[in-house]
């Protein structure tokens, strides 16, 4: 058995459905249900027994404690986090709280529960920490790709707290020898994505007949990971990483915010055209940049694929059509988390 933490988020719901498509393993899934969290993205799963659904935090060491005496897992894959870097910037105590207190007291009780179990248990057990490319911080457009390598150089609330976790995790190994792992992801996408990240945004508002906003010039380049190459990746490291080794993700598909956009509009212009027959790219306006944007980041995911033998089996051409045709398909799923407080954010951060 695993214990999933934060599963029933954007990446955490698509791992666990990943995973129980592919084990028969069962998996304890503890998420505290914020904003972000939401029941229905597990709703396949509703009369699956190897699924067993846990509301709660895990800064809740009571909690934490019980769910581990009980079902003694043998790994632990951690996603629990606040992760919406124009949310840290509003207000970063959430993330302050999640990422930094959060993990330091699920550390504390792994470490205690790692303590108790016998030489093989303890020979087979991982904890597998997420965390994200904007740890690295920015770079310039000739610099080479983040590598493990690469210093720490956070700049917003949000990644200063996935820093912070991640050295957390790294001490916990280095002085208790807890058996850890670290995953470093770039922007995923994909099922399932909470829309007010860029793709779902674009896609909802599109159809909706509503501006897509686009930060300052649109030239921020990421690299794109499909969410379900990412739930490949994840298992792979839980199945054959070295403790105390991190690894990073990526999908190799470096492109600006601006063209994203644009691949969208073409996509939705193909597969649910506007009824005046207009492209949807002439809803996109720009807005004032957010403050402290990071202009580049990109992965060099060749160690994964060197001492793992993982890489992606998308490339963005055909994960971003998947992912539009999955959106146009489930508009149910879209209208039931488009709830008033999720209205008033887009209309609070991007003033439209």
């Known amino acids: 058995m695993i214990l999933v933490t934060g599963g029933a988020g954007f990446i955490g719901a698509n791992f666990v459905l990943d995973w129980l498509a592919e084990h028969d393993e069962p998996v304890i899934n503890l998420d505290k249900l914020t904003y972000a969290g939401n029941l229905e993205n597990l709703s396949s799963l509703n009369n699956d027994a190897r699924h067993i659904f846990v509301q709660g935090d895990i800064g809740d060491r009571v909690l934490m404690a019980s769910l581990l005496a009980t079902h003694r897992p043998r790994a632990i894959v951690n996603f629990a986090a606040e992760s919406h870097v124009d949310r840290s ?175 969208v509009c073409s996509l939705l212009n193909e597969m649910s055209p506007r009824a005046d027959g207009k492209s949807y790219a002439e809803q996109i306006t720009y807005v004032t940049d957010r403050a402290g944007h990071d202009r580049r980041y990109a992965i060099d995911a060749s160690k994964i694929e060197k001492e793992l033998g993982w890489k992606p089996a998308e490339t963005f051409e055909t994960g971003i059509r998947k992912t539009v045709e999955w959106y146009l398909a489930n508009t149910d799923w879209v209208s039931h988390v488009q709830n008033g407080s999720y209205r008033e954010w887009v209309k609070k951060q991007y003033a439209i």
């Open 89 to 263: 910037i509003h207000g970063p105590e959430d993330f302050i709280q999640t990422n930094i207190v959060g993990t330091f007291h699920l550390l504390e009780e792994v470490r205690g529960y790692h303590s108790g179990l016998t030489q093989e248990e303890k020979s087979n057990f991982r904890f597998l920490h997420v965390s994200t490319d904007e740890v690295y911080g920015s770079l310039a457009p000739k610099d080479p790709a983040f590598t493990e390598k690469n210093t720490y150089e956070p700049n917003s609330p949000y990644s200063a707290s996935k820093a912070a976790s991640d050295h957390l995790v790294r001490a916990y190994h280095h002085t208790y020898g807890l058996p850890v792992l670290t995953t470093n992801c770039s922007n995923n996408y994909g099922p399932y994505h909470f829309p007010e990240k860029l793709i779902p945004l674009m896609i909802v508002n599109a159809l909706a007949g509503k501006n897509l906003p686009i930060y300052g010039d649109g030239q921020q380049i990421r690299d794109w990971l499909y969410v379900k190459d990412h739930a490949s990746a994840i298992r792979r490291v839980l199945e054959a990483g070295k403790p105390g080794e991190t690894y990073n993700v990526g999908g190799w598909n470096e492109k600006p915010n601006l063209e994203i956009v644009h691949t």
